[in-house]
């Protein structure tokens, strides 16, 4: 869902996770907002004058603690990043309506909408605490007593008992609220990052979001899911099988809720911002940038003519990928393929989401990387056709022991073709994004971009969710006057004896639809997207001054 594990340019870093959410699509970029190199290059200025001595270069080794620190804090972040991503498979095995699942799509919004409040984190602190501390802190404190707090709530959230369903509202609004959290503390770290590490091994960081957050999110979402899974434990962990697996949900959340406090707490007490700096009599002074000053510059930035186009252009997009990207996983899970099967599908992806940033850049280097964009396009498409098929085809090949081997090996060699196209297309419009970005306000001009993207992603991905009950067609057999079109009435046809039959699925009426849609887009507006390549270098620059 998601890597030499990132991809990092001079006012930007971006990031694919290697273990895909349940909607098969890329996840946000991971970005450093709003800071990138500005901070870092005052500070490393500022300290090399204050010293008034060339600086030391001691290495890594020198700095192992603040790299094994930044490293354990991505991991951190990601574990509620996994269990978000876990919670819908959950709930398909619930049988929960496919509205439901658009609800609870709105928890992978807050990343891709960190720009919003992110200047407000650079710029509002204390200084006795600590410009990051000051948001950190009770940032993952918050994070370890909503943790427990849904230790306790959780299962009661996810219970199905008569035509009563899991409280998806509820669920919703806790782990939007879980994203938001690991969102700030991520737009905080980040920024420590740069002040943490010396300028020789500043570089680290990159390594360290990339390494952390994956691992945080393969634990909150792939080892969760096989060992929450009973028919998993019982197969493979166990010599006597039982009713339930090794860790249940609220298990896993106590234990990484209180891991929150307890460290939260350690970093508080023990931890000292810039203390690499503490044997300079005059710290360095971090440069900040004004709340409004911000916003006006990325004001300034979406109104250029140019932008402007692209933004509409990186916003629409993905339309014709959102059927196959959001709803695919949880047809597979409605079709009987086993949640922990299908995450534990993405661990051998992980070379190959290793090797493929690196390959693709090097058709992505030179002036006109949208080339590689308009290439792939079609087949993602075409992939999202075959996902299709590969859903109809799923129950067909389902026997009473589970799926033959050789469907997992389809299924795995359809999500490789699908990163391929993927990241084909990522790599392409990251490198274009590094290449048009006005150097002078680089950091802000990437990070608008890749919130542009990103949302250009999540929308048409909760909308497709929320379209598949209505294009869906059911009939009730066995009782007569009775139909299938809402749950209250379906459940009617049941209590009278009857069956609810689906006719036509909706998935299926999105996935032609989409791939129409997206044929359009790539015709009609595929060329508009390349012809901005051959724009004047001035077209995107702004005159705003940092």
């Not at 996810?158 to 509820?170: A, E, H, N, Y």
């Not at 001009?445 to 294009?471: F, H, I, K, Q, R």
């Amino acid at each position: 869902m998601e890597l030499s594990k990132s991809i990092t340019h001079k006012n930007g870093r971006q990031r694919k996770p290697a273990v895909p959410r349940l909607d098969m699509s890329e996840r946000e970029p991971r970005l450093s907002d709003l800071e990138v190199d500005g901070d870092e290059e005052a500070l490393l200025r500022s300290s090399d004058r204050d010293s008034g001595s060339p600086k030391v270069r001691n290495g890594i080794q020198g700095e192992l603690g603040n790299v094994a620190l930044l490293l354990f804090l991505y991991v951190l972040q990601g574990i509620p990043l996994g269990l978000a991503g876990s919670i819908p498979l959950i709930m398909q095995s619930k049988n929960v309506s496919y509205k439901d699942q658009a609800y609870f799509s709105f928890v992978f919004w807050p990343f891709s909408l960190k720009l919003l409040w992110a200047p407000l984190v650079d710029s509002v602190y204390l200084q006795q605490f600590g410009r990051r501390k000051s948001w950190l802190v009770p940032t993952q404190y918050l994070l370890g007593l909503f943790m427990l707090y849904l230790s306790f709530t959780v299962d009661a959230m996810l219970q199905t008992d008569g035509q009563r369903g899991p409280d998806v509202i509820m669920l919703t609004a806790v782990f939007f609220l879980l994203a938001f959290l690991a969102a700030t503390q991520d737009i905080a770290v980040d920024g420590w990052a740069l002040t943490m590490l010396s300028k020789e091994n500043v570089g680290y960081a990159s390594t360290c979001n990339s390494v952390g957050q994956t691992a945080g999110y393969f634990l909150g979402n792939v080892l969760f899911l096989a060992l929450e899974s009973p028919d998993f434990c019982n197969k493979y962990l166990r010599f006597e099988p039982k009713d339930q697996g090794i860790v249940t949900l609220a298990d896993f959340l106590f234990f990484w809720g209180i891991v929150f406090m307890v460290s939260t707490t350690l970093v508080a007490i023990l931890k000292k911002e810039n203390g690499r700096h503490q044997r300079i009599k005059k710290k360095p002074r971090e440069e900040i940038q004004g709340v409004m000053e911000t916003y006006k510059q990325l004001f300034s930035i979406v109104k250029m003519p140019t932008v402007f186009t692209f933004c509409i252009l990186l916003l629409t997009a993905k339309i014709g990928f959102s059927a196959a990207d959001a709803v695919t996983g949880l047809k597979l899970v409605e079709a009987g393929v086993p949640k922990e099967q299908l995450a534990l599908l993405a661990v051998p992806m992980v070379p190959l989401q290793i090797l493929l940033p690196v390959v693709i850049s090097k058709y992505t280097a030179g002036p006109r990387p949208l080339d590689i964009f308009y290439k792939a396009f079609p087949f993602r498409l075409l992939i999202g056709l075959e996902y299709a098929l590969l859903v109809w085809w799923t129950p067909s090949v389902r026997h009473e022991e589970g799926f033959p081997v050789y469907y997992y090996a389809v299924v795995m060699l359809s999500y490789a073709g699908h990163q391929v196209a993927l990241y084909s297309m990522y790599v392409a419009c990251m490198a274009f994004h590094a290449k048009v970005s006005d150097p002078i306000i680089g950091g802000t001009y990437m990070t608008l971009l890749n919130t542009v993207t990103n949302l250009g992603g999540n929308w048409p991905s909760t909308l497709a969710l929320w379209l598949v009950d209505p294009l869906t067609l059911k009939e009730c057999q066995g009782a007569t006057g009775q139909t299938c079109s809402s749950l209250e009435e379906a459940g009617l046809c049941v209590r009278e004896g009857g069956t609810c039959i689906t006719t036509l699925d909706g998935y299926y009426v999105e996935s032609m639809v989409c791939v129409v849609i997206g044929l359009c887009w790539w015709i009609f507006f595929g060329k508009k997207m390349m012809r901005l390549q051959e724009e004047n270098p001035s077209a995107w620059h702004c005159r705003v001054t940092k």
